[in-house]
C-alpha cells in the first residue's frame, strides 16, 4: 500500500534527522575539550619583532620593508620555508604619530606578486595595498600618507588577490603601532618590548619532521586552515621575562581561521584598553576574551604581587556550534573549537613594584548615531565564496559611498553553522547592535573587524569621511583568509558626489599604466 511505504520513508528520515541533530549537540560533551600542548613546555624566549627605524626625508617617515621568502627553524633541527619582511619570519613593528607623513617603501623579492594592506588604517584607497596594488617580483611600490589613525595596534599582512590566505600563513604579516597625544599623556605602561608587548598570535602545522605545512583544499576552504601548533611572534613554546608591574599585552590574532578565547591560567582579570582601532572609553575588567582573525585587543595584566609564572591561555570557544565542529571533525580531523592552548609564559622579575594604577579614563569616544546614517547597507552571508550572492569580482563595484556620509552596515550572517570575521577597510566602525542587543562594553571602541556568529545580524555604524576615488575601490570581506581567498569579499569606492562616474581601474586588468604609489 503507498501511504504505508509513505510512512515508512517518512519515517526514516525523521529519525535520521533526530539522530543526527542528537549526536551533534552530544558529541562536544562525550568528547570533551582538548588540551592540545598540554606536552608543550614554555622555554623559549619570545621573540619581540624589532622596531623599524625610518629614515627622515623632506619631513616624511620614510620606512622600507622588502619581502622575502627563506628559511626559518620554526621547530628544533628543521628549517621550514617561509617568508617575510626584511627577514625570513613575520615583519618589524612600524611606529607612526598621528599627524605624522609616513612613506613605506615596499621591495618585493618573494619570486611572486604580492602586497602589503594596511589593516585598520583609514588612508586614500590607492595607498591601501589591496589587490589592487600588486606588487610584481622585483618592484618597489611606495603608498605614503598622513597617519590619521587615533593610538591603536594596527597591523600589515599582503592581500593578493586568491594568495591572501598562502602569503599569511608563510610568515607575512607585522604589527603597526599608532601613538597620539591622548595615548602619550595617559601614562600607561608602553616601552616596547619590556612593559608594552607586541604578541603575533598564529596557529600552525608542521609534518614530522618539523618542517610547516599548508594544506589546500575544499575541507580547508571551507572551514579556514587551523593548526595545532600555536606561534607567537614566531616562537614556539614561548615565555617571556617581564618586570613585576602592569603589563601591557597587544594581541593581535593573524591566525587565517582560528578564534581564541584568551585568559589566564590562574584565571586572574585583566583590563581590557583598546580594541581594534583604539582605546576603549574606560578600562573593562575581564577573565576571558576571544577575538576571531583580523581583530586586536590591548590588555592590562598586573604582574606586581606575582611570584610565579602566569601562563596566557586560549580556552575552548563558548558557545562553539556543536553541529560545526561536528563537522570539521569529521572532515578535517581534530582542529576545531574545543581545543584548549597555553599560549604564552609570563615569568616576574625584580622586585615588586607598588601595584601600577591604570586611568579611570582613557579616551572620548563619541557615538555614531543610528538617527544619523545616510543609509543602511546588508551584507548577507550564505555561503563561504559570496557575499549577497555575489562572489569576489575584482573589477566590479559592489557599493557606492559618499564621502563624509555615515552608513549602517547590517551584516546578516545566514549561515547555521560558520562564524564569519567581517572587515571593512577605509573606516573604524562602531558596533550599534548584535540581534538587536546593544554591544558588550569591551565592544564599545573602535573596531575594524567583528565576529558575526551563526545565524546573527550585526550593525555596525561608520562615517566615511576624507578620501574619494571613483577607481580604486576599497575592500570588504570576511577575515577567514580561505573565505577571503574563495571569494567572500566585495568591493566598495567612495565618491565625492553620489553621482560621479565610477569604473574600476586597475593593473589587474592592465587599466592602468600610472604608477600610482610612486613619485609625487
Ligand atoms: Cu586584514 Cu582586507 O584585511
Ligand atoms: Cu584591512
Ligand atoms: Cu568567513
Redesign the pocket.
Known sequence: MRWRTLVIIVGAVAAVVVLVVAASFAYPYVRGTEYVNEGVALEHPLAIPPLLEPAIVNGEKVFSLTAKSGRTELMPGAASETAGYNGTLLGPTIRAHRGERVRVEVNNELGETTTV?W?GMHLPAIMDG?PHQPIPPGNTWSPHWTVNNAAATL?Y?P?TMGKTAEQVYSGLAGMFIVDDENSDALGLPNIYGVDDIPLIVQDRNFDDTGNLTYVRDKAQDNFGAMGDTILVNGTHGPYLDVPKQLIRLRVLNASNARRYDFGFSDGRPFRQIATDGGLLEAPVERTRMLLSP?ERAEIIVDMSQTDQPVTLMSHEIQGAAPMMHLMRTLSVGDNDEYQIFKILELRPQGTAATPGELPARLNTIAPLRAEDAARTRLFAMTDRMSINAKPMDHARIDEVVTKDDIEIWEIDNREALFYHPF?I?DVQFQILDRDGRPPSDYERGWKDTVVVNPLEKVRVIARFSDYADPHTPY?Y?C?ILEH?DMGMMGQFVVVEHPSDETSVVSPLDGTTGTDHGHGH
Do not use: L, N, Y
Open positions: 594592506h589593516h589591496g597591523w599582512h592581500h583580523g572587515h577597510h575592500m570581506h577575515h577571503e
